[in-house]
């Protein structure tokens, strides 16, 4: 059974950094495009950014130069580090698991951005 565990949300002054992690098991992890994606309330799910099995690595045009995901194989953790974090970053974030055959997603880890 496939699971996925984010951590790492929390509340943040604007210009603040977190740090998000999600570990996976029951998978083989390396074989994964690993993904962040944040839902608003109110607005459908986006993705912020993945990063594929062989290190190809994509960003939301709002998040470039502000967010840096990476992944650890040994340890089965996809990180999503967020800095000068803003109002409009506040979301529940995601993570994803996809794979040609299968897609999952964890329970999500709330963010919010505010003074």
């Known amino acids: 059974q496939v699971q996925l565990v984010e951590s790492g949300g929390d509340l943040v002054q604007p210009g603040g950094s977190l740090r998000l992690s999600c570990t996976g098991s029951?998978?083989?992890?390396?074989?994964?495009?690993m993904g962040w994606y944040r839902q608003a309330p109110g607005k459908q799910r986006d993705r912020v950014a993945v990063i594929r099995s062989y290190g190809g690595i994509n960003y939301a045009e709002s998040v470039k130069g502000r967010f840096t995901i990476s992944r650890d194989n040994g340890k089965n953790t996809v990180y999503l580090q967020m800095n000068n974090l803003k109002p409009e970053d506040t979301a529940v974030y995601y993570c994803?698991?996809?794979?040609?055959?299968?897609?999952?997603w964890g329970q999500g880890t709330q963010v919010t951005v505010s003074s």
């Open positions: 029951g998978m083989i992890f390396s074989s994964y495009t």
């Open positions: 994803n698991a996809l794979s040609r055959a299968e897609n999952y």
